[in-house]
């Protein structure tokens, strides 16, 4: 086994029994037009006392060594979370796989141990406390292949662990045209990974819900509320 291998099992094993280690990086995509919610920034909107992206970054931070922000625009909104911001590297609004290539853009110039970046969407403020360790655990046998996040039966495109080393594919690919993250993953090896539900407030509810409308943040914030009476 190479020094190269070696220190790879060495991060993967650490991040399995749940420690953060180098060898994964985290992006919250939070670049998209927010078009149901009315525009603008919907992480920043309030969420039980802080903006809803405050709540995602708080799960995922602890969860890998570093995150970053995938955004374009004005990057000093974000400048109270302290954390780099990293914008597309393709022109044109093309979806969230344009998020994860700045993601492992940014990581193989700033980041280099990452071997995976994991990403997640910046309207999912429940998101599991082991999400990073158990899709580790799904693909750490499987050179290239791409866990996505799976709850109730349903794939969630946008949260998931890339292998940075795909970085120049998937530039190629966007560049033919190829928008839909499915459409990606298929070809290197995508790996559902089951997750359950979570109960909030006395009431079930999906570890990925995400708020795409006000009605679904008016939800959050009543479940949030029981929850902390």
């Known amino acids: 086994m190479s020094a190269r291998a070696a220190m ?3 991060s993967t094993r650490a991040m399995t029994d749940g420690t953060a280690t180098s060898a994964t990086m985290g ?9 149901r919610m009315g525009g603008g920034d ?9 903006p809803m992206l405050g709540h995602v970054i708080d799960r995922l931070k602890p969860q890998v060594d ?9 990057p000093q909104r974000f400048a109270w979370l302290g954390l780099p911001v990293a914008p597309d590297t393709v022109t044109g609004f093309v979806g969230p796989l344009a998020g994860v290539l700045a993601g492992m853009r940014w990581a193989a110039a700033h980041a280099p141990a990452a071997h995976w ?6 309207d999912a403020p429940m998101l599991p406390l082991d999400l990073v360790s158990r899709m580790i655990a799904a693909v750490e046998a499987r050179t290239n292949a791409i866990a996505l996040a799976r709850s109730a039966g349903g794939l969630h495109p946008v949260i998931g662990l890339w292998p940075v080393a795909l970085a120049d ?25 089951d997750f359950p539900m979570a109960r909030l407030g006395g009431t079930e509810i999906d570890p990925f819900f995400n ?5 679904d943040l008016d939800t959050l914030r009543a479940m949030l509320a029981r929850a902390a009476t």
Do not use: F, M, Y
Not at 27 to 35: C, H, I, T
Not at 117 to 122: E, Q, R, V
Not at 211 to 215: H, I, K, L, R, V
């Open 27 to 35: 992006v919250v995509l939070a670049g998209g037009q927010s078009r």
């Open 169 to 193: 594919d998937l530039e190629a690919a966007l560049a033919q045209g190829v928008r839909k993250v499915l459409h990606w993953t298929d070809r290197h090896g995508t790996v559902p990974v």
């Open 8 to 10: 790879r099992r060495r």
């Open 42 to 50: 919907k992480g920043l909107l309030d969420l039980a006392g802080k």
């Open 211 to 215: 708020a795409n409308t006000p009605q």
């Open 66 to 74: 570093r995150v970053i922000i995938n955004a374009n625009g004005d």
């Open 117 to 122: 970046i994991a990403t997640a969407a910046g």
